[in-house]
């Protein structure tokens, strides 16, 4: 399942150049482009899916193994010391690409960025 014009997809199938920082079977973890902080790192399922509502369910136990390793990496390596996990599902929730991803934005002390929750 793919999306031959979709950016995401194409990070995917490793025609496009990203900085990626993990693997599972089913999924990608890669850096921001245009990163909110030192880290942030984005969660894509291999597959075109659009949004959280098109995940199969049978990937759920992978995809929060998934996050957990991304997460705690990032810990690890002092990136931050704490971290938020947001998903933008659909436009007006702010979600500018149209294939599935999940953000992991280390947290520092201080670090001034907002949250809407
Ligand atoms: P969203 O608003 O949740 O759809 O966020 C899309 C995110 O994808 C933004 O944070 C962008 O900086 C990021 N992004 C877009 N194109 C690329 C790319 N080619 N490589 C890495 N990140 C990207
Ligand atoms: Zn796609």
Redesign the pocket.
């Known amino acids: 399942m793919e999306n031959k014009e979709c950016?995401?997809c194409k990070?995917a199938r490793k025609e496009?150049k990203?900085?990626i920082v993990g693997e599972s079977n089913s999924f990608i973890a890669?850096?921001?482009?245009?990163?909110?902080a030192k880290g942030?790192t984005?969660i894509i399922p291999k597959n075109h899916y659009v949004t959280l509502l098109d995940i199969p369910d049978k990937l759920g136990n992978e995809l929060l193994s998934f996050m957990k390793k991304i997460s705690s990496e990032l810990l690890e390596k002092k990136q931050g010391d704490g971290f938020n996990v947001?998903?933008?599902n659909l436009e007006p929730a702010?979600?500018?690409?149209k294939h599935a991803?999940i953000?992991i934005i280390p947290r520092k002390d201080r670090d001034n960025l907002r949250s809407i929750v």
């Not at 890669?30 to 909110?36: C, M, R």
């Not at 702010?94 to 690409?97: E, F, H, M």
């Open positions: 950016i995401f990070i496009i990203s900085e890669f850096l921001d482009i245009n990163p909110k942030h984005l947001i998903m933008n702010g979600q500018l690409v991803h953000h």
